[in-house]
């Protein structure tokens, strides 16, 4: 069945660093969708890439769509404390209904 | 705008007993799934209604789950017996119509079998 694969899975920054995720579907996607949790919270919905190459930005965080829509990354620009959580990226392939999540990224930012 | 509401929070229960979970979706929000969350599995749909209809229920780990969704407003997640391996955080998320909208999740219930 399809499946989503993040990396890293854990991710320990220095505050004022860079950070990246990367998303890997083992099929084609229509779309995707980007969530962050925070430790102790539930998923909260970020953004959604519909078009290949698709690059989106939300303050600090840009957001990119692969070329053959299989891939995704979510880069966090000089991290902060407030950036500590698992970032999860969730897929939706043609003709299905059913949002595949990935497996997480856990961030940890140092202050 | 409330957002979703699941209740209990927390909820400890001994093996054999039965639990249920409680959700009220966003007003509007036709679709509705239930989700468990433990370290070793990560996020699991266990089951999915649109407009009060179960979809796909194939998540559904075996007999001993059901859920139903009586109403627009309400729906339940229910475990008889409970075993110990069924403790994890279990999340009701809603969004509007089949479309390309992002999950609004509810708080959670974490969910301790003893």
């Known amino acids: 069945g399809q499946q989503v694969m993040q990396i890293p899975q854990y991710q320990h920054v220095q505050e004022g660093e860079d950070f990246t995720t990367y998303c890997n579907s083992s099929?084609?996607?229509?779309?995707i969708q980007w969530y962050k949790q925070r430790p102790g919270g539930h998923p909260v919905f970020l953004i959604q890439?519909?078009?290949?190459?698709e690059v989106k930005k939300q303050k600090r965080l840009t957001f990119q769509f692969g070329e053959a829509k299989k891939n995704s990354s979510l880069h966090i620009t000089a991290t902060q404390t407030t950036d500590v959580g698992t970032y999860f990226c969730?897929?939706?392939?043609?003709?299905?209904?059913?949002?595949?999540f990935g497996t997480g990224t856990r961030l940890k930012v140092l202050a | 705008d409330a957002g979703v509401i699941q209740s209990p929070r927390h909820e400890v229960t001994e093996m054999g007993q039965e639990v249920t979970l409680r959700c009220k979706p966003i007003?509007?929000?036709?679709?509705l799934f239930w989700y468990r969350q433990t370290m070793m599995r990560g996020l699991e749909l266990l089951i999915y209604?649109?407009?009060?209809?179960?979809?796909?229920d194939s998540g559904m780990p075996e007999d001993r789950f059901s859920a139903k969704m009586p109403n627009a407003s309400f729906s339940t997640l229910k475990i008889q017996p409970s075993e110990p391996r069924d403790s994890a955080v279990y999340f009701c998320?809603?969004?509007?119509?089949?479309?390309?909208?992002?999950?609004?999740f509810g708080s959670g219930t974490r969910l301790t079998v003893v």
């Open positions: 998320a809603s969004r509007p119509g089949t479309g390309n909208y992002g999950y609004t």
């Open positions: 099929t084609t996607l229509s779309n």
């Open positions: 890439l519909v078009k290949s190459g």
């Open positions: 969730a897929g939706l392939t043609s003709g299905t209904y059913k949002y595949i």
């Open positions: 007003s509007g929000h036709n679709s």
């Open positions: 209604f649109n407009n009060n209809v179960p979809i796909d």
